[in-house]
């Protein structure tokens, strides 16, 4: 049984930033993709970014780009996703998943998932 738990949620203004963590209890961890997803109330799970196994590939959303960063720390079981100039629209539940697939801005989760963190944004 994998366990991803997410983190750093919380309500926020707009143009603020929030760091959200998952931490995950796979000993291989280090071996997988790891991917946020985020769902809004009424919409569908949709991607926001994933990072390579190494750390040295990232892909993002259209909506997130060049204002969330994926990054992860493979010693600590961790990856971190930093949002800055946060709007309206990026409220919703994000959530980890390990081992998604896909490339660019597509991929597919896997079944790997935390419970989930929210981020509110308030204007």
């Known amino acids: 049984q994998v366990e991803l738990v997410e983190s750093g949620g919380g309500l926020v203004q707009v143009g603020g930033s929030l760091r959200l963590s998952c931490t995950s209890s796979?000993?291989?961890?280090?071996?997988?993709?790891m991917a946020w997803f985020r769902q809004a109330p009424g919409n569908k799970r949709e991607f926001v970014a994933a990072?390579?196994?190494?750390?040295?590939?990232?892909f993002y959303a259209d909506s997130v780009r060049d204002r969330f960063t994926i990054s992860r720390d493979n010693a600590k079981n961790a990856v971190y996703l930093q949002m800055i100039s946060l709007k309206p629209e990026d409220t919703a539940v994000y959530y980890c998943?390990?081992?998604?697939?896909?490339?660019?801005?597509?991929?597919?989760?896997?079944?790997?998932w935390g419970q989930g963190t929210q981020v509110t944004v308030s204007s």
């Open positions: 990072i390579t196994w190494s750390g040295v590939s990232s």
């Open positions: 998943n390990l081992g998604p697939s896909g490339r660019g801005s597509v991929f597919i989760p896997s079944n790997y």
């Open positions: 796979k000993h291989t961890f280090g071996s997988y993709t």
